[in-house]
């Protein structure tokens, strides 16, 4: 199955019957429940709220960095609320540049739902094509059928990262990278080491993927050949899930993602920090 499912794939799915949980992965800065007002403004019908900001992660924290991994025992709550089902596919999407919904695909393949698919371009791309949009509070969910099961895509600790020897690959933007500007985290700069290659680079500027061609060729214009001799880091957690799931549909799995991120590792002081390239 493939990593992306165009609004034309889904709305046609929809119309025959494919069984789909479609999830609305929807975050706004502002009131707690800002992306929960958003959803219930305009949301692909079907589609059931997600709160990554709940649902996730877990409390951040400078020993664990802004959006550490989720508690299995809370996320097996937000599989029932969804009603995660092992006879369903599960869809994801956003409303905004594709964070949210490449998180959201990142967190429940790493909690072992199997089969989960991005809506490439998220509820932009829907609307752009003519698709319908409703309001009100959702669809409620299947029975749950499913487990969190975690640890199905690597990760990284700080110690790992510290350790190791292959490529550490830095997603976030270029003057983050460089120390030119940080408005996120206590410092800035880089783990010494890293390369940069900013996640936004494999999208394009409607937030569609780019084609697993043009994606394979920015990896490897960084020294990426061998996925699973690479850590994969941001600031917290969102443009390294955008960045791995390009990976994934660029045929390039194996990729680990160092889950604190920059806003872990800037935390301590004693953590060497680069600037400049």
């Not at 199955?1 to 046609?12: G, Q, R, V």
């Not at 007002?37 to 924290?61: E, V």
């Not at 596919?89 to 429940?108: E, F, K, S, T």
């Not at 050949?225 to 960045?243: E, F, M, Q, R, T």
Request: charged share 20%; aromatic share 8%.
């Amino acid at each position: 199955m493939s990593l992306l499912i165009t609004p034309t794939e889904l709305a046609d799915g929809m119309k025959t019957g494919m069984k789909t949980t479609l999830l609305a992965s929807m975050w706004l800065p502002g009131p707690e429940d800002a992306g929960f007002q958003y959803y219930r403004g305009k949301h692909i019908p079907n589609s059931i709220f997600c709160d990554p900001a709940r649902a996730l992660t877990s409390a951040p924290s400078s020993k664990a960095g802004r959006n550490p991994l989720p508690d299995p025992a809370i996320l097996q709550k937000w599989f029932e609320r969804w009603g995660l089902n092992d006879k369903h596919r599960v869809v994801v999407y956003d409303g905004g540049r594709g964070l949210m919904g490449a998180r959201a695909w990142w967190i429940l393949t790493w909690a072992g739902v199997p089969d989960v698919q991005i809506l490439d371009g998220g509820l932009a791309a829907w609307i752009r094509e003519g698709h319908r949009h409703a309001g009100g509070p959702g669809n409620l969910p299947q029975k749950c059928t499913l487990e969190v099961n975690p640890g199905q895509l690597p990760v990284a600790t700080i110690d790992e990262v510290k350790d190791f020897d292959g490529l550490l690959l830095d997603v976030r933007e270029e003057n983050r990278f460089k120390g030119r500007k940080e408005r996120l985290d206590l410092k800035a700069g880089h783990i010494p080491g890293a390369v940069n290659l900013p996640a936004g680079r494999l999208t394009n500027e409607d937030n569609t993927f780019r084609t697993p061609e043009e994606i394979r060729a920015e990896l490897e214009s960084v020294g990426v050949d061998d996925p699973s001799k690479v850590i994969i880091y941001s600031g917290s957690g969102l443009h390294s899930s955008l960045a791995v799931a390009a990976m994934h549909h660029a045929g390039m799995p194996g990729a680990a993602v160092y889950i604190g991120g920059w806003s872990q590792w800037c935390a301590t002081p004693s953590n060497p920090v680069a600037t400049g390239v």
